[in-house]
């Protein structure tokens, strides 16, 4: 199933299910929509106050009263997974932080992630410096403070050099030069 949204700002207006994207672009025709470089967007200075889009037997109410009219009004659709229909892990991805990390990693990411903050902490705990984890929901996402100064994003990169790194001291030499 593709779920269809309208996105613009801070708003998201999930329109509904559609079986394929050939269904979607059908609805999309009855619309005032344009495409530029493939995108698609929603003309909100040609909305009516209220009109009933009428595809199959369904009439979705749309009003020009739910959007900003000097803003684009993106128009954007997604694969859902039917949870009971689906085996195994469930394709997409999951929001860590700040970031989306594809479900067949994050189990993985997450896992690196923590063990590489436990150990830059106790790393800079043992030397006596107040190092703290900081930034938790926020846009930026998480990052690491040490003595009140920005140290790292806890963010893909900090992971993928975790991963690599040959040694604590030389991961840590990575972020301590930035």
């Keep these: 199933m593709l779920l269809l949204q309208f996105l613009q700002s801070e708003l998201t207006i999930d329109i509904g299910l559609?079986?394929?994207?050939?269904?979607?672009?059908?609805?999309?025709?009855?619309?005032?929509?344009?495409?530029?470089?493939?995108?698609?967007?929603?003309?909100?200075?040609?909305?009516?106050?209220?009109?009933?889009?009428k595809f199959m037997n369904s009439r979705y109410p749309l009003t020009s009263f739910s959007?900003?009219?000097?803003?684009?009004?993106?128009?954007?659709?997604?694969?859902?997974?039917?949870?009971?229909?689906?085996?195994?892990?469930?394709?997409?991805?999951?929001?860590v932080d700040a970031y989306s990390i594809d479900n067949e990693d994050v189990k993985d990411y997450i896992t690196s992630r923590e063990e590489a903050?436990?150990?830059?902490?106790?790393?800079?705990?043992k030397q006596n410096k107040q190092?703290?984890?900081a930034g938790h929901a926020s846009e930026d996402g998480e990052y690491l403070m040490l003595d009140g100064k920005f140290l790292a994003h806890l963010d893909p990169i900090f992971v993928d050099q975790w991963k690599k790194r040959e040694s604590l001291e030389l991961f840590i030499q990575t972020f301590e030069e930035e």
Aim: glycine share 6%; charged share 25%; proline share 5%.
């Design 117 to 125: 903050v436990d150990a830059v902490m106790e790393y800079y705990h």
């Design 67 to 95: 959007f900003d009219n000097s803003e684009s009004i993106l128009v954007t659709w997604t694969e859902i997974p039917v949870i009971p229909l689906s085996e195994g892990l469930i394709p997409g991805a999951t929001k």
């Design 131 to 133: 190092i703290d984890r």
């Design 18 to 53: 559609f079986e394929n994207e050939d269904q979607i672009k059908e609805w999309l025709h009855l619309l005032p929509v344009y495409v530029e470089d493939g995108v698609y967007f929603l003309d909100g200075d040609k909305l009516n106050d209220y009109s009933e889009i």
